[in-house]
């Protein structure tokens, strides 16, 4: 989130939350609530599509999929069990404070500080949303009624304040940010708030939120309608999220053009004309700032059909993944793009990669994977959620990273529970909450499964469920079975990931004499019966990923995982140490070996499984998933020496 305000002089946040109409979607698809990124219920219950472009894949609904066993599901277990700590009254109390309502709650620490100029944006917003999406993806009653009793609350401060404001700072934050003086990021927050509400209605059902999400876009409406178009593109010089996601997302769950067409104001046009003439003028810019403003572009598209915006977020996401990214996925450092486009290796220090950037890249990678059905999308999403997401909560307490450090000798750092609440702590939270929400694909007559996690989905439209068994990463593939009512037609799409070496695929016990190359599918198409079981083998080996502007910095990566050194445990203060580490970097040794032969310095355990050791290097090192550390020092990228020098 960018910043000017109390608490610190760099960062932070985004976020966002999703909603909105569906597409060409048969009827007996659009029966039930659909994943509200792309699919909307009206108030009636009636699902509705307000959809202008055709989406060749669709996400299931979370609550269509539910995770099994594995990292996945113990991670969404931490966030679930955070999410379950927090009291709602203490939430509630700098927005009863604004609204000159009593409250006697303990305040919360961190950016939810009375003090902060950010409050608000977790307890009213992330929290929310999080709480939404955990309901949806497991079922957790109480946190569907502890975040209904935060609506409730917040809906009393709402009247209270009158004019359909929302907040736990004072409006006047909306004069500092007209006037163009010191305010920390207002309209974040605001979008924060609108997209938890918007959240609580769609996946709850919680219509008073509806109701109050109404209330603040026409409070948004009358101040930015106040403003010239030049003093507008002035006030947005200060971060303000997804603000153009929301307002699109509440025109397709209402209907009521009047939100699509407030969206708009939110274009940056010094950001957005650039890359609809596709021309990268991202260095020096702010990351996750920018990020949430292409996923509204994205969704103005969808809503719109209106090409430019499809331009500009297909190009920035090319942009990003292909010349701004890490091996990691992660993307930033200190919090900006601070290079030309391919200069990465001179980027590595203890705030590289934040992790609102990934969460939000991820969030914009669904809206393009929908259109395209691109495999290619799926292997960023895949780098991603295994390198960034999984390792970046921390298992023990549920509490949150905020930068994925990449320079070699740091370690991890996790905010404290209750006096943290970053921007990450906020897309963290509703980031383990919704895991499972892409790993299952479809259209009409196609299922695609992007995601190798162990998980069942039901599909009823189809009388159709799948149970996916796996222990991947561990285990080199997956095993998928069928089980159903009665035979159905359907083409069943695996994707076979970009660093898969060879592979093959079983129908009921017998190979298939056909496979399918690396970054695409592998199409089933056929009637299947229950019970039909689906073997799929996807060998991993060892591969480097070189910097792409000096080749003598490498990360190594075992199939979809980085690899990091695994050095000194540090203690609990230093894991606790704020949002990142501080102190002495730890010298970490250079590689040696033939440049021709880049894993030739690494040889798998003989028992471990995911374990490597170093061959013929002068100090001996162990090498593990980045993910499956918590408490200790790496090292991600190695300075590599030829061995012949
Ligand atoms: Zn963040």
Known sequence: MAHSGS???????????????????????????????????????????REKVPWRALPFPLKQVRLGEGPCKIAMEADRQYLRSLPPDRLLHTFRITAAIPSSAQPLGGWEAPDCELRGHYAGGHYLSACALMYAACGDEDLKTNAASVVDGL????????????????????????????VWAPFYTIHK????????????????????VEKMAAWVDRYTESLSYEHMQRVLGTEFGGMGEVLCNLYAVTGKRDYLDIAPRFDKKQFFDPLAAHRDELKGLHVNTHIPQVIAAARYYELTGERRYRDIAEYFWNEVVNERSYCTGGTSNDESWNTDPGKLSTELGPSTTECCCAYNMMKLTRHLFGWSADARR???????????????????????????????????????????????????????????????????????????????????????????????????????????KSPAPLAINLRI???????????????????????????????????????????????VDTMPDDETVQAAMYGPLVLAGRFDPVTRDQTY?????????????????????????????????????????????????LNQLIHERYAVYWKVKSKSL
């Not at 976020?15 to 609530?33: C, I, Q, S």
């Not at 009247?159 to 007209?178: N, T």
């Not at 609108?194 to 219509?207: I, P, V």
């Not at 970097?585 to 028992?607: C, F, G, M, N």
């Open 7 to 49: 608490l610190s002089r760099r960062h932070f946040m985004t976020a966002v939350a999703g909603v909105a109409g569906a597409t060409l979607l048969p009827r007996a698809l659009m029966a039930d609530p659909q994943d509200p990124v792309v699919n909307a219920t009206q108030k009636d219950g009636k699902p509705v599509s």
């Open 378 to 484: 799926m292997d960023y999403y895949e780098r991603t959620l295994f390198n960034h997401r999984l390792g970046t909560i921390n298992p023990e307490d549920g509490t949150m990273m905020y930068y994925l450090p990449l320079a070699s000798g740091y370690w991890k750092t996790f905010g404290k529970p209750l006096d943290a609440f970053w921007c990450c702590t906020g897309t963290g939270s509703e980031e383990y909450a919704k895991l499972a929400d892409t790993i299952y694909w479809h259209n009409d007559d196609s299922l695609y499964v992007n995601l190798y996690i162990d998980s069942q989905l039901e599909w009823p439209e189809k009388g159709l469920q799948v149970r996916q068994q796996t222990r991947f990463p561990e285990e080199q593939g997956t095993t998928l079975v069928l089980s159903g």
């Open 497 to 543: 990931p970009y660093w898969t070496q060879g592979g093959s695929v079983k129908i009921n016990g017998t190979t298939l004499p056909a496979f399918a190359s690396p970054g695409s599918y592998l199409t089933l198409n056929r009637v299947w019966h229950p019970g039909d079981k689906i073997e799929l083998s996807l060998p991993m080996g060892l591969h």
């Open 193 to 212: 708030i609108m997209a938890g509400l918007l959240d609580m209605y769609e996946y709850c059902g919680n219509e008073q939120a509806l109701d109050m």
């Open 577 to 625: 140490i704020g949002s990142s580490p501080k102190g002495v970097q730890s010298k970490v040794p250079d590689v040696v070996t033939d440049l021709t032969h880049p894993t030739a310095w690494i040889e798998p355990d003989s028992k471990q499984p995911l374990t490597f050791h170093s061959v013929g290097q002068p100090q001996p090192l162990t090498l593990v998933p």
């Open 155 to 182: 809906s009393k401060c709402q009247a209270a304040l009158k004019s359909g404001y929302l907040s736990a700072f004072p409006v006047e934050f909306f004069d500092r940010l007209r006037e163009r003086q010191q």
